[in-house]
């Protein structure tokens, strides 16, 4: 996983190490919550400060009771 931070392309590290298919790589990548979050952070609107919703207390009491 250092690999993928580092900005190396999945495809050249399932070839160092010695995949037989760069598909092999996506459990690994797909397990990593770090870079879930970094492609979620990219998503996020003009003018909205990133990070996670925190969903108010009336919400969350609404759907507790459902």
Partial sequence: MALVHAGVDPTVIALWMGHASPLSTRPYLHA???LKQQAADRLTPPGTPPG????PDELLAF???L
């Fill in 63 to 65: 759907l507790a009771d």
């Fill in 52 to 55: 996670r919703y925190q969903a």
């Fill in 32 to 34: 990593d919550m770090r």
